[in-house]
């Protein structure tokens, strides 16, 4: 080997490494590939005949597709060896979140409804990521139709979280986010509707960005709501992050919303950030996104990153976003609304599940659709799809989805005035650390307030980072800080986001991830615990 | 579900409008012509296999996404224009929310309260050459549904179907849907106004070059709303006196597919209607459906304003906001007010009011418009496309516009005839070479050597031939009885299989068997 500086275990190396060696031909492509597939095999856990979650594992893929992996592999070998020149990500590998529409593969969205579905087409998102000659390993799970915060909700069985296997991994991108901490992929996608990506990465120590609304295209993400979905990269470091940024982002003419016109250079800002000096920079702390239901270890991390900022050079200064404390109440009369809308399509019609209700010889296609949806659907899409159907409704529609779009307009208001005073703004991503699996399953309002932080970014549009400040002192567990854009900035992300991973990770002597425990020795436990 | 209404009483048409002035609403989806579909790449062409016009963003598959057609945006904005409306700003798609098989998304994306167009008026002209103002509340976008097709049961619908079939080729094409104002005032004449509503549309439409406007392959499909209510004694229809009394409840009747059926569908409607009121019944708030064969409506589903539809705003497509320099482009670019055309073109042409009609309701203006411009007198030109034309593609169940033959072939043809190489019979028979693609005009006289034959040696030949053959008729007509020489010209005309100039056969027979008292010249032969 010479000039790359590979970990022995190829499963701990970072993307930008991998992309290194694999240019400088110190590893293939199929080396790389087969030790992540091994490293699934190892700790991902299995599942039975019908997609359910068997045992104590991981479980952060839905489908694994090896076969295909290994086969793109090889065809990136043998282009090499044949002198092509590759794109930079060219044999790396990624994990793919299951509602992205992937030709060939199945996707679910975890959903029982799409069982066996399997899209005759890529997403954007997913051409994109084949066109950069990335190696797709397989489906990552999610709350179903992205709806939640702990991937309880997937109809497939819950994701695990690798820090602890008792405690959930975040949600809707629970998947992708235990497939980066339990270092089962270097990269993997997410979609961000009301903190899918961040709240996922600021649980499980990993980085995750939500890009502008519009920067990264939504053709093939089977849509949770339209205006508030945003695709976006997941990763272990601030750079890795910007380099499945880049690839992923575009304008796309099959888009009507994605945007045109130039885009930050987001891997030059991950770069620059990484030299450690924030001169210039000043930092918005958001008033309403902190105190009262914050966890003490997250506030604590929280403060430790303001004097980590400071020291950078930022300066640091207090905003305040009034209408950010009604932002949870209008996402959830918007993201119902749509949803309702948008999962309208899934009536057995044409692919998917299909119910033929008992008791009747000749059903309607009613009937169908009725028994479909009702065996296809979990609880909390079906509380969505009521609570949306409702808001919409004649006599209703001024008061609560007419209503949720003038606060909606307030919080982007909010935002231009902060961003008239800084460059960007921080807050904890998520009020608390990793939770038990089953904690808040019977409150769904709790649960709804994971998402306080991430939400408002979603309801206007700009770009938010989640990368790791530390370990809460009382749980041990991951704290997530979440670092806001103003639209179109998303390099400013990368390069406050970079500053303070070189600052924190050189304090710690490494990234948090090198403190996640040992999953062959839990797993052990576990089945010794499954044999009790 | 049973149908119990199948038999409604009706009032005599007379009694109606003595008692009842009716108010109309109709509503018209128009298919444009673009070359693909509102929001996806596919192509619309009518009548390819079922499920071949189809990809993931009009069959609705997970995750697919709309973007407009920029050129069914430009459809609209026009009609908008010709209908002398205000385009918007500024304005949105929304989603129509119901759940049915052959919407792939279960919503239709349409406009809800900011259409592309709204408040204008169109002028339509009745039988009697009078003109009657229908105002128009909007136009707007929408994509078509797929197409169901029930099979088993008796009646062709949902109800009592064995299973159907959905074909999504027509999911995705580009409507627009135009919708009246309460049309008031038009009293005894709401029937005629009605049809001629839709017939002045169609027109407009076809000028406008939007759309094939083909009522019965449902490129224009038209409901009619209509509702009665009680006559003010002494009131004329449409007065303020009769307008202040509230309307009546409605009745949506469905699926009027061609212009005699709008009329017979709001006079039914109308005799149903009153009938019902008469006997003190309520009218239901209901669809209806027209059935061409029968001549009747029977009910659909009930329709109430409660109907919810959940729309809210498309988030899948940004707002327009048409620039007003490309609006006043668009304008540049409407065509001559078909009424006014015709009426231009009649002067011009010299034709009568019942020739025009014939030439409107063929679909032909434009056909002849372009044969005279290509040389051919009116008349002729008319006379070719009404008569001879007109009859072949309606054999043949084609648009008069697609048969295989151009209004320049046309006047070419037309031309050999005045030069007199080819007689009508002849022509006709070219025509007929031309339509089977044998080429130009001339090409076929040559191939099939069709010409005239003008050498007075072989006619006078054919002539005497004639006279000799048929002995009894030479000596009727040389006795004075003139109209046995067709007779004569026939045996002619048949020796020289047609290719004969009959006027000159003629004229050489009448020659040959001048009573011998006559004061013809007979210099020659
Ligand atoms: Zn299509």
């Known amino acids: 080997m010479t000039g790359t500086t590979l970990p022995a275990d190829l499963t701990r190396a970072t993307a930008a490494g991998l992309a290194q060696a694999l240019a400088a031909g110190d590893v293939s492509a199929v080396e790389v590939a087969q030790a992540h597939l091994d490293r699934i095999a190892a700790v ?36 090499r060896a044949a002198g092509q020149t590759l794109p930079a990500l060219a044999g790396v590998p990624i994990a793919v979140k299951d509602v992205m529409a992937t030709r060939g593969l199945p996707t679910t969205c975890g959903s029982r409804i799409l069982q066996g ?81 961040r709240q996922p990465a600021s649980v499980t120590g990993t980085v995750g960005v939500k890009p502008t609304y519009g920067a990264v295209s939504r053709y093939g993400l089977v849509a ?164 949306g159907t409702y808001a919409l409704s004649s006599g209703y529609y001024d008061a609560y989805y007419g209503s949720a779009q003038k606060v909606r307009t307030l919080i982007q208001r909010d935002f231009a005035a902060a961003f008239g005073q800084a460059d960007v703004l921080v807050s904890p991503t998520s009020p608390t650390t990793a939770f038990p699996l089953g904690d808040k399953l019977e409150n769904p309002l709790a649960m709804y307030l994971q998402d306080v932080a991430t939400i408002p970014a979603n309801l206007a549009g700009v770009p938010g980072m989640s990368l790791p400040s530390g370990l809460a002192d009382e749980d041990g567990l991951p704290v997530g800080l979440q670092i806001l854009a103003p639209a179109g900035a998303d390099d400013r992300l990368y390069r406050v986001g970079g500053a303070l991973e070189a ?10 991830l090198d403190r996640v425990p040992d999953l062959s020795a839990a797993l052990a436990t576990a089945a010794n615990g499954a044999t009790r | 579900m049973t149908v119990t209404d199948t038999t409604e009483a009706v009032l005599a048409y007379d009694d109606v409008v003595a008692a009842y002035d009716p108010v109309l609403g109709l509503e018209v989806h128009v298919e444009l012509n673009t070359a693909t579909k509102m929001f996806c790449g596919c192509p619309t062409g009518f009548g390819a296999e079922p499920n071949t016009q189809v990809c993931p963003v009009c069959l609705g598959l997970p995750g697919a996404l709309p973007v407009l057609n920029a050129r069914g945006l430009e459809s609209a904005i026009r009609i908008g224009l010709a209908l002398n409306c205000e385009i918007a700003s500024w304005c949105r798609f929304a989603r129509k929310n119901y759940f049915y098989p052959d919407m792939p998304k279960n919503f239709q994306t349409s406009q809800y309260d900011e259409p592309i167009a709204f408040n204008g008026f169109l002028d339509v002209e009745l039988d009697d050459g009078s003109t009657f103002r229908v105002e128009i509340e909007r136009a ?15 009646t062709g619908r949902i109800h009592g179907a064995d299973y159907s079939l959905v074909d999504y080729n027509r999911a995705g094409i580009p409507l627009i849907e135009i919708v009246t104002k309460p049309v008031e005032g038009a009293g005894e004449r709401a029937p005629e106004i009605a049809r001629a509503y839709v017939a002045a549309l169609r027109d407009l439409l076809r000028a406008l070059g939007v759309s094939d406007v083909r009522m019965e392959q449902g490129s224009l499909r038209c409901d009619a709303n209509l509702s009665l209510r009680a006559k003010v004694p002494g009131a004329a229809p449409g007065s303020a006196e009769q307008r202040a009394v509230p309307l009546g409840t409605r009745s949506e009747t469905k699926n009027v597919n061609s212009l005699r059926s709008v009329e017979r569908a709001v006079r039914y409607e109308m005799t149903r209607h009153a009938a019902r009121l008469a006997a003190g019944l309520k009218i239901v708030q209901e669809t209806r459906h027209w059935h061409e064969d029968t001549g009747i409506t029977t009910s659909g589903r009930e329709k109430s304003d409660a109907e919810d539809y959940r729309y809210f705003p498309e988030p899948d497509l940004v707002p327009m906001s048409p620039d007003p320099a490309w609006v006043d482009e668009l304008r540049g670019t409407l065509p001559e007010p078909p009424p006014q055309r015709r009426r231009r073109l009649q002067a011009e042409w010299g034709f009568a009011d019942l020739e025009m009609r014939d030439l409107v309701n063929a679909g032909a203006v434009e056909l002849v418009e372009a044969t005279v411009a290509a040389g051919a007198a009116p008349a002729a030109a008319r006379k070719w496309w009404s008569g001879e034309l007109a009859r072949r593609a309606n054999a043949d169940g084609v648009e008069l516009a697609a048969m295989p033959v151009t209004p320049a072939q046309i006047a070419a043809l037309q031309g050999l005839v005045d030069a007199g190489t080819l007689t009508d019979s002849l022509a006709r028979q070219v025509l007929e070479g031309v339509l089977a693609g044998e080429g130009e005009p001339a090409e076929v006289v040559e191939s099939r050597g069709l010409q005239v034959v003008s050498d007075d040696g072989a006619l006078g030949a054919a002539v005497d031939r004639a006279i000799a053959e048929n002995p009894d008729v030479a000596d009727k007509v040389r006795s004075g009885k003139v109209a046995a020489v067709g007779a004569l010209v026939g045996a002619v005309m048949k020796q020289m299989r047609g290719q004969a100039d009959a006027a000159k056969v003629k004229a050489l027979l009448t020659e040959r068997l001048a009573p011998a008292d006559s004061t013809t010249d007979v210099s020659t032969s």
Request: hydrophobic share 40%; glycine share 12%.
């Open chain 1, 503 to 512: 600052i924190l990770t050189a304090r710690w002597g490494g990234s948090v």
């Open chain 1, 44 to 79: 991902d856990g299995t599942r039975d005949a019908d997609g359910v979650a068997t045992g104590r594992a991981v479980h952060a893929f839905l489908h694994v597709c090896a076969e295909s992996a290994l086969a793109d592999a090889k065809a990136v070998d043998d282009a």
């Open chain 1, 224 to 387: 949770l709501a339209s205006s508030l979905d945003q695709a976006g990269p997941c990763a272990r470091t601030v750079l890795d992050t910007a380099l499945l940024h880049q690839v992923m982002a575009g304008h796309d003419p099959m888009d009507s919303t994605s945007l045109t016109g130039e885009y930050p250079d987001v891997v030059a800002a991950a770069r620059a950030g990484a030299t450690g000096s924030l001169d210039g920079v000043t930092v918005g702390v958001v008033r309403e996104l902190s105190g009262d239901g914050y966890q003490a270890g997250v506030l604590r991390r929280f403060e430790e990153s303001l004097a980590v900022l400071t020291e950078a050079g930022a300066k640091v200064v207090e905003v305040s976003c009034p209408s950010f404390t009604v932002a949870l109440a209008a996402y959830y009369l918007i993201l119902p609304s749509e949803a309702s809308s948008n999962l309208a399509k899934f009536d057995a019609m044409r692919y998917g599940l299909r119910v033929e209700p008992g008791g009747v010889a000749v059903p309607t296609a009613e009937q169908v659709m009725g028994a479909t949806r009702a065996a296809g659907f979990g609880d909390e899409v079906k509380r969505r799809i009521i609570l």
């Open chain 2, 140 to 154: 707007h976008m929408e994509e078509d549904t797929g197409k169901s097709t029930h099979v088993g049961g008796a």
């Open chain 1, 117 to 197: 579905w399997v899209p005759p087409y890529d997403a954007t998102v997913v051409a994109n990521i084949r066109a950069a000659r990335m190696v797709v390993l397989g489906k990552t799970n999610m709350d179903e139709f992205a709806m939640g915060s702990s991937t309880e909700h997937s109809a497939y069985g819950p994701t695990r979280n690798p820090w602890d296997l008792d405690r959930i991994p975040g949600g809707s991108g629970g998947g992708s986010a235990a497939s980066l901490a339990a270092f089962e992929t270097p990269l993997a996608t997410g979609t961000d509707t009301g903190g899918s990506i």
